[in-house]
């Protein structure tokens, strides 16, 4: 946290926006909303009578020590606040001092170089950048373009860093709402800064707009219309129109073609990853980022549709989430009422990732601390079951976990049974995903996440869609089957469909 003095004219605007008018930018997942609960922020002293909002969030005791929410709270005047450092997570759930620059540390776990430069070695080879723009986190890769076609790709270095435009919302609709309200320039300048700060980080360049290589962008369609400043007027509404989904140059990049608005350039991406479009077998990916897109089909055709399964297995809309950052709790195993846990890179914990989020509701079932309802038993239901100092999880969180497991779940089944095929002839099942990378297949099946069928034909992919991006910067074959994966898939509504809402609502059982 960081104490910064901040002086508020107009009442009318949140302390929120006028934090990010003065330049700081919070985490805002609900997009100013009052329901996510990361936007807190301290006053020092003179602090706002807290509404209701803020009675719901925090404790008397916190609400006394002048926690806030700021999306919520309108003062004008002079104050002195504490607010979370850039990239933190609201503190309350954080130990002072643990956390690190994601962006430097995996910068540093990757082998970048971090210089700005590229090495003699890399400069005398034909290089490329993949990225993958994802709506919680973005990944590059630079990689060694080869021309031989059929060859994979030789990544050289990797770097990620969080999506800043979360500051506007966790999900794809709070950014278009975003757009559609005229903060469109912004979102746009946010995605191509950070962009361009991977390019540092990996010693290809300073600004994307600038490269002398290749840039080849995997995007989902929002964020991909958010980097080219395209309209996304008619992407909230039915019937969802985008307004460019082909494959085409933007500003010196390459973008990737989408299939629609709910299945865009990622998924494409993942699918020739995942080797889909070639094979006879067949196959089924599951990509279970902010947005749970999912995919089935073989050689001879595609079948795809999107959950909105919401954030919640990226550790948004849960109280004490944040995204697979080091100190992230990622596994969780509860013995006698007492929590064991394990964070990423061994750090002391600041908060819960997607992995840790669906551990922690499989062990609080396995261990009758919640019933297949999701009801706590007391007196966890008023307090939260502790995981760590400062970490709970609360009946709340049980219930945003029923939620994107139930979309999840029925969306796996409408899209197995639209393609005409049962889970025994399902021969694969592609997880990808920052959470695809380290699920625990026997927890996820066990809180009915995954059918028990397939729990043995899981293979972790991580991201796909960066993969896909690096191949197609390897080997130009990669345009023609991309071309061809637009055109042999097809999207079915989930929520349109008849048996969406009887199977939902059964999968909300654990
Ligand atoms: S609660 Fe304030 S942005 Fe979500």
Redesign the pocket.
């Known amino acids: 946290m960081k104490t910064i003095r901040l002086t508020i004219k107009d009442k009318n605007n949140s302390i929120?926006a006028s934090l990010r008018e003065a330049g700081y930018e919070l985490p805002?997942?609900?997009?100013?909303?009052?329901?996510?609960?990361?936007?807190g922020v301290r006053f020092i002293s003179d602090a706002p009578p807290p509404c209701a909002g803020d009675r719901e969030r925090f404790s008397d005791e916190e609400i006394s020590a002048g926690w806030r929410?700021?999306?919520?709270t309108h003062a004008a005047g002079t104050f002195v606040l504490e607010i979370p450092e850039s990239g933190e997570e609201m503190s309350r759930c954080s130990l002072p001092g643990d956390r690190e620059d994601v962006s430097r540390k995996e910068d540093s776990q990757s082998g970048s170089k971090g210089q700005g430069i590229l090495s003699g070695a890399d400069r005398s080879h034909e290089l490329a950048l993949a990225v993958d723009l994802g709506t919680t986190t973005i990944a590059a890769a630079l990689v060694e373009a080869r021309q031989e076609p059929g060859q994979g790709p030789k990544i050289l270095r990797t770097a990620t860093t969080i999506n800043r435009q979360r500051v506007y919302g966790a999900d794809v609709l709070s950014r278009i709402d975003a757009a559609n309200r005229g903060e469109g320039e912004k979102l746009k300048e946010l995605a191509m800064e950070d962009i361009s700060r991977l390019c540092r980080q990996l010693g290809c360049g300073s600004d994307v707009r600038d490269l002398a290589i290749p840039v080849i962008i995997s995007a989902n369609t929002t964020m991909g219309h958010l980097l080219q400043g395209l309209s996304c007027e008619k992407l909230g509404v039915y019937p969802y129109e985008p307004v460019d989904l082909s494959l085409h140059q933007y500003g010196g990049m390459t973008i990737l073609p989408g299939i629609s608005t709910y299945v865009g350039a990622d998924i494409v991406s993942g699918i020739i990853a995942c080797g889909i479009d070639r094979k006879e077998e067949l196959s089924l990916l599951l990509d279970l980022g902010t947005n749970g897109e999912m995919v089935i089909g073989s050689r001879d055709g595609i079948l795809a549709a999107s959950a909105a399964a919401g954030p919640a297995f990226e550790g948004g809309n849960i109280s004490c989430g944040v995204a697979g950052v080091p100190g992230a709790i990622d596994g969780v195993t509860i013995r006698d009422g007492k929590a064991l846990i394990s964070t990423i890179a061994a750090k002391p914990p600041i908060g819960l990732c997607g992995t840790g989020v669906l551990e922690t509701v499989y062990e609080l079932v396995r261990e009758g601390i919640a019933d297949r309802t999701g009801l706590m038993r007391q007196p966890w239901f008023e307090e939260g079951f502790p995981l760590a100092q400062d970490i709970t999880f609360t009946a709340k969180d049980i219930r945003e976990v029923q939620m994107a497991k139930a979309a999840i779940r029925a969306g796996i089944e409408i899209l197995t049974e639209s393609y005409g095929v049962s889970y025994d002839q399902i021969d694969r099942l592609y997880l990808a995903g920052g959470f695809g990378k380290k699920i625990n297949c026997r927890k996820a099946v066990g809180i009915g996440m995954l059918p028990e069928e397939l729990a043995d034909r899981v293979t972790a992919v991580g991201n796909s869609s960066l993969m896909g991006a690096a191949m197609f910067a390897a080997d130009p074959a990669v345009r023609e089957r991309m071309d061809r994966v637009t055109k042999i898939s097809r999207e079915i509504s989930l929520s349109n469909h008849r048996r969406f809402e009887d199977l939902y609502i059964d999968y909300m059982s654990l």
């Open positions: 929120l805002a997942w609900c997009g100013g909303r009052g329901s996510c609960g990361k936007c929410l700021s999306c919520l």
